[in-house]
Structure formats: structure tokens, C-alpha cells
């Protein structure tokens, strides 16, 4: 099985000992600025609040258009216009805002760094599948929007669409565990400054 088919099939499972391994790391230390740069600790953290809000919405707001109809055709509107992988995109918003909220630069680089290491195999993976389903009407959509960075140049969106309302509670469901993982990250900043939890290491 080539590299791409390895993590297409257990990228969940490797996102999980991605998050085990920023968890062991955060439990032994705590940011750097909040004593050398006071203001840039607090900076950060808002930033990925910020981040965290405005990935969650955005998944929230992808999913809707595909709960349920994933499979049965091509969606093309709404975030799909933007461009051609909204949830990822909004994904890796949410991620790097978690990654912010611990207060610290090197936590976030290594996110992009990861997801940048993998996640262009699996989106290649997927519009290679959604080309042999939909042939030249996917071909069409891809000369018109771009693959990851979202460009409002051919926005459209429908009146009304229909939405599966099981498919979405899940979305709903999934953009929570961002906002929880965020909350995480800031309950152990506390332990660590209430001294519960002993700091290793300070990272900037």
C-alpha cells in the first residue's frame, strides 16, 4: 500500500496520537512569553480563540452542505465555491487555533508543518475519486475554484437547500470537540500555574 493509502486509512488513528502527543507535551510545560512578553501571550491566545471561532463556524457551515449527499452528487455551492475542500480548510483554521491557544509559536509551526505533510496526499486522493465519479463536471469545477485557499471571486449560493438533519447533528457534534480541545488546552495552562501540574520546560 503506498504512503498515501496508509494515511488515507487511518488518518483519524494518527490524528489521535497527534493530539496524545501534544497532550503528554502540554503536561510537562508551559509557554515561555507569559513571563518574557506578557502581551504576546495574551495576543496569541486571542488569536486562537479567534481561530477556533471562525473554524468551527466554518465546518459547521461546509457540513450542512453535504449532510447526506455527499455521494450522490457534486456540490459546488455555498463553501464549495469558496473552494474545493472547505472542511479541511476550515479544519486546519480550527487545528492552528487550538495549537495558538497554548500560547506559544513552535506548537503551531509543527501543526502546519503536520498537516502540510499530509493532508495534500489525502485531498489529492479524494478529487481523484470525485474526478473518475463526476468526469468532466468535476474538471469544469476545478478550472473555476481553487483547491484549498478560498477565493470569493465565483461565490454563489442556493435560496434553500436540503439538509440531513442526522448528518448534521453529527457535523455539529464533530465542531464541538475543537472548542472542547481548546477549553483543555487552557484548563492545563491553569494547572500549571496553580502549580498542580509540575513545568518541565517552557516553550516559546
Known sequence: MSATGVFVGNRILLSRLYAATLLATLLVSLNGWQTAAPFVENLL????????????????????????????????DGPYSLCRNPLYFFTFVAGLGIMLTTETLLLPALFAGLFWAHYPRVIRHEEEALLRRHGRAFETYCARVPR???????????????VSAAHFRKHLGDALWFVIAGGIVEFIEGMHISGYLPTIVRIF
Open 45 to 76: 491566545s486571542l488569536t486562537g480563540w479567534l481561530l477556533i471561532a471562525i473554524g468551527v463556524v466554518g465546518r459547521i457551515w461546509s457540513g450542512s452542505y453535504i449532510c447526506g449527499f455527499k455521494n450522490s452528487g457534486l456540490v459546488t
Open 148 to 162: 484549498f485557499w478560498p477565493s470569493f471571486a465565483s461565490y454563489s449560493e442556493p435560496a434553500t437547500y436540503v
